[in-house]
């Protein structure tokens, strides 16, 4: 009897032994599974990193033709206007430093860390690389900022260079700084939705201008260190009158290298829209009074007599109006076929 217990008792732990060792066997594949799966997992993420980093990775091309590549998405952005630094906003990035007149002429609402890089013509260098920038946005026909292309190329820090004038030029910026920022919908609000706009614009003065005829127009600028005569190119106000079908009388004329109030007698234009540069306006009108309108001859101007001599409003028209392009067209073409 104690012998056949004894037997049954060596037999039981035989079977727990068994038992456990197929416990431990499950346990050891479940373990093994387990890590595999982690593996695949970490495998997986660092695939979608690797991803992601590449996604990161922008291919773009400035105003100059130059081809720059940003591996990352900017945080610190220098823009070196005022016009420039709102147009990086309305693609939804974050500034660093920008020009004085971002505060002064266009009082854009930026923190309070931001850093004041000084006049557009006359940036500080300093206070732009103190700034810390991982992009640099430029003006392509201001020498002082092709000046310091290469210093910032040196230091490693991306510059792009726009030249903004024309409707079509704020849209292409915007779409560049949209492809930086990854807000393709911001692209679509503040830019093609003015376009949409401003072809309606163009698409009421060409008919207005079937009925009316076109208006030959003179353009000049006002400041304290004296009058100019602008062309159809190179100006927003220019731009936008070349655009909704003007006539203008300085194009191809020698207006444009000396002020004549003969030939704007002999060119007798049907609107003269004025726009003051600069903040003095006292003194830019004192420069308009000798230059021209003291000048009895200047009342008997065809747009004097009618009334159709415009200031215009040089957020709109001196500046780059950026989100309001549109805006400016509806006024712009009010005055010329409705006034």
């Known amino acids: 009897m104690k012998k056949n217990g004894i037997i049954l008792l060596t037999i039981c ?24 799966n982690r593996s695949s997992d970490v495998a997986s993420s660092a695939e979608s990193d690797i991803a992601g980093a590449d996604d990161r990775s922008v291919r773009v091309t400035d105003d100059l033709g130059r081809e720059v590549v940003l591996t990352t ?18 693609a939804g990035g974050e500034l660093s430093a920008a020009a004085h007149d971002a505060w002064e002429e266009l009082h854009l609402d930026l923190k309070e860390d931001v850093q004041d890089l000084g006049s557009t013509m006359k940036i500080s260098l300093e206070t732009l690389l103190a ?26 820090i ?13 849209l292409r910026m915007l779409e ?9 919908e911001l692209y679509e609000e503040n830019g093609l939705a003015v376009e949409t706009q401003v072809r309606q614009v163009r698409e009421k003065a060409e008919a207005a ?11 000049l600028r006002i400041a304290a260190s004296g009058i100019s005569v602008k062309g159809s190119t190179g100006t927003v106000l220019g731009e936008m009158l070349k655009d909704l079908y003007c006539e ?18 002999e060119a007798d234009p049907d609107h003269i829209f004025i726009v003051q540069q600069g903040n003095d306006s006292e003194g830019a009108e004192k420069a308009l009074e000798e230059a021209l309108t003291n000048n009895p001859a200047w009342a008997g101007l065809t747009a004097v007599k009618n009334g159709m001599v415009h200031r215009m409003d040089k957020m709109l028209f001196q500046f780059k109006p950026d989100k309001l392009w549109g805006t400016a067209y ?8 409705e006034g």
């Not at 560049?176 to 393709?184: D, G, L, N, W």
């Not at 201008?209 to 353009?219: A, I, P, R, T, Y």
């Not at 509806?330 to 076929?337: I, P, S, T």
């Open 131 to 156: 700034s810390d920038p991982d992009l640099v946005i430029a003006s392509a026909k201001t020498k002082s900022h092709l000046d310091i292309q290469a210093t910032l190329e040196s230091a490693k």
């Open 209 to 219: 201008v079937q009925k009316q005829g076109v208006q030959k127009v003179l353009m």
């Open 13 to 36: 732990l035989c079977l727990g032994l068994i038992s456990g060792c197929g416990s431990r066997t499950q346990i050891g594949e479940d373990q093994m599974n387990q890590a595999e």
């Open 73 to 90: 998405k900017p945080s610190r952005v220098a823009a070196l206007t005022g016009s420039f630094a709102d147009t990086w906003l309305l």
């Open 176 to 184: 560049v700084c949209t492809q930086i920022t990854a807000r393709p």
């Open 158 to 170: 991306p510059v792009l260079y726009f030249h903004v004038d024309a409707f079509e030029d704020y």
């Open 248 to 265: 203008n009388i300085a194009d191809g004329s020698d207006l444009l290298d000396e002020l004549s109030l003969e030939k704007i007698i």
């Open 330 to 337: 509806e006024q712009l073409e009010e005055l010329l076929y």
